[in-house]
């Protein structure tokens, strides 16, 4: 049970250059979620899945694109990297869009 | 806007020792307090969770508690261990049970030294 797992870990674009972040989970969970962390700021939701087959944005949604791609998995698509997207990107899960979230371990971002 | 605040921002302390983080919100209305632990290079895990009829909840050395009326939590630690050093981040989630309105401090930096 490996719970929540992201791809890659690390990654270094230039600008413009386009990537997806790779999130899944195996706790058979409804709701995954997509957030950024930057230093001196709490967590910030970027997007979120309330169940599969469904998307919703959250408060930093501009540059981001996502994908439910089935219960189990959830990406995130940056079409266009910006030095302000560089950052710690984390993903998680939860049984339905009130519970407790479960994070997997992180992707540190940087964008020269 | 729904803020919390937490302090302090960063805690030194020495193994053994006890020590209380605070977390202030002002979300309203008001339906879970969250704690959660964030080891350096990971993602955070929960401590507790407590609703808003709740006042303490107790995870083994860790014991949150939560004042509705006057929008206060704190998390107390006991006998400190290295192993605590970590960032302590409060999460409030308002009534609507809506992912998008959760609020997460900053958290507080706590150090365990020998």
């Known amino acids: 049970n490996a719970g929540v797992t992201q791809t890659p870990k690390f990654q270094v674009l230039k600008t413009g250059q386009s990537m997806t972040l790779q999130c899944a989970q195996d706790?058979?969970?409804?709701?995954m979620y997509w957030y950024r962390q930057d230093p001196g700021m709490g967590l910030r939701l970027i997007y979120y899945?309330?169940?599969?087959?469904?998307?919703d944005k959250g408060e930093v949604p501009n540059g981001y694109n996502v994908s439910r791609l089935n219960k189990r998995e959830f990406s995130l698509r940056l079409e266009s990297a910006a030095p302000s997207q560089t950052s710690v990107y984390f993903c998680?899960?939860?049984?339905?869009?009130?519970?407790?979230?479960?994070f997997g371990p992180g992707t540190r971002l940087t964008v020269l | 806007k729904n803020q919390v605040e937490q302090s302090p921002q960063s805690l030194i302390i020495l193994e053994g020792k006890n020590c209380t983080l605070q977390?202030?919100?002002?979300?309203?209305?008001?339906?879970?307090l969250r704690w959660y632990k964030q080891d350096t290079g990971r993602g955070p895990v929960s401590l507790t969770i407590?609703?808003?009829?709740?006042n303490t909840k107790s995870n083994g050395r860790y014991t949150a508690t939560l004042d509705a009326d006057t929008k206060q939590s704190s998390l107390h630690i006991t006998a400190s261990q290295l192993s605590d050093s970590a960032s302590y981040i409060c999460?409030?989630?308002?009534?609507?049970?809506?992912?998008?309105?959760?609020?997460f401090g900053t958290g507080t930096r706590l150090q365990v030294t020998l």
């Open positions: 998680a899960s939860s049984a339905q869009i009130t519970d407790t979230q479960y």
């Open positions: 706790m058979n969970h409804n709701s």
């Open positions: 899945s309330a169940s599969e087959g469904t998307t």
């Open positions: 977390c202030n919100y002002t979300v309203s209305p008001f339906s879970n």
């Open positions: 407590m609703t808003f009829s709740e």
């Open positions: 999460v409030v989630s308002p009534y609507t049970g809506t992912a998008s309105k959760l609020t």
